[in-house]
């Protein structure tokens, strides 16, 4: 087991956002979270690298038990650096280029040298056929390219897990397939992945498991056959039957 939330709770003053959330995430697992708008699936990756902390529950994490609503700076830190986070809208920083949106993680947050960082970024890039890009600035990307260059900052780092929220929502559609090949690729190669998405194919086609989430809590967790095909839950049939079409 390489990741296991235990009872994670979250509530935004009268909103329980999170309702008790247990999850268990192995090595080498795709798990893709599906479900309406607004079920707390954001919140659930954002409480597992503290960009929000939860008012209860436990992390067990590479054997390392954390409270999840009293974590210490050290955790964090620690949690962060066996993490990566892409987000919906690519978080790159405009004022540097492709290379260095991905070489400064390394060079501030591993200590690496100016130049071993720019070839790991340099080969990073080459692994999403955007080396020729390594001079441009998000500016002069499309939005495609922006968060394949958000994937391979991501990814440079050698992350244990690496957290997509929503990654392809803030594209036009002829550009979501590039973005998701590159997720097909890392989880090809092994990467541990949890994602958030209304992408049912790549649900349905590369998820170890698909987790349907619902008004803050897990409804259904389940091989992909056995989701899209045979759901338990009533709520799961009426999300899917909304969405056939999509997958």
């Given amino acids: 087991m390489l990741l296991e939330l235990k ?3 979250k509530q935004f003053k009268d909103n329980h956002v999170l ?15 599906i479900g309406p708008s607004g079920s707390g699936k954001t919140t659930l990756l954002r409480n597992i690298n503290f960009l929000e902390t939860a008012d209860s529950g ?4 590479k054997n390392q038990e954390i409270d999840l609503s ?4 050290n955790q964090i830190l620690w949690v962060r650096r066996h993490t990566a ?4 809208n690519y978080n790159l920083f405009k004022n540097k280029t492709a290379l260095e949106n991905i070489s400064e993680g390394l060079i501030f947050g591993q200590n690496k040298s100016k130049a071993e960082a720019e070839d ?7 692994k999403v056929g955007l080396l020729d890009k390594k001079d441009f600035y998000p500016s002069q990307l499309s939005g495609g390219q922006q968060q394949r260059i958000g994937i391979a900052r991501a990814t440079v780092l050698n992350p244990d897990i690496v957290l997509f929220d929503e990654p392809t929502s803030a594209l036009d559609p002829e550009l979501v397939g590039t973005v998701l090949y590159d997720m097909k690729s890392l989880a090809d190669q092994g990467q541990t992945m949890i994602v958030v ?4 194919s790549f649900a349905r086609n590369v998820a170890s498991r698909v987790v349907f989430f619902a008004d803050g809590e897990i409804i259904e967790d389940g091989h992909p056959d056995e989701i899209f095909d045979h759901p338990q839950h009533e709520r799961t049939q009426k999300f899917l039957s ?3 079409e999509d997958y």
Avoid: R
């Fill in 58 to 61: 436990q992390m067990q994490f």
């Fill in 85 to 88: 986070m892409v987000f919906q």
């Fill in 242 to 244: 909304a969405i056939a």
């Fill in 70 to 73: 009293k974590p210490t700076k």
């Fill in 120 to 126: 790991l970024a340099e080969q990073a890039l080459k």
């Fill in 7 to 9: 009872n994670l709770k």
């Fill in 197 to 200: 998405t209304h992408q049912m």
């Fill in 19 to 33: 309702k008790g959330i247990n999850l268990s995430v192995n090595q080498g697992e795709v798990i893709v979270i």
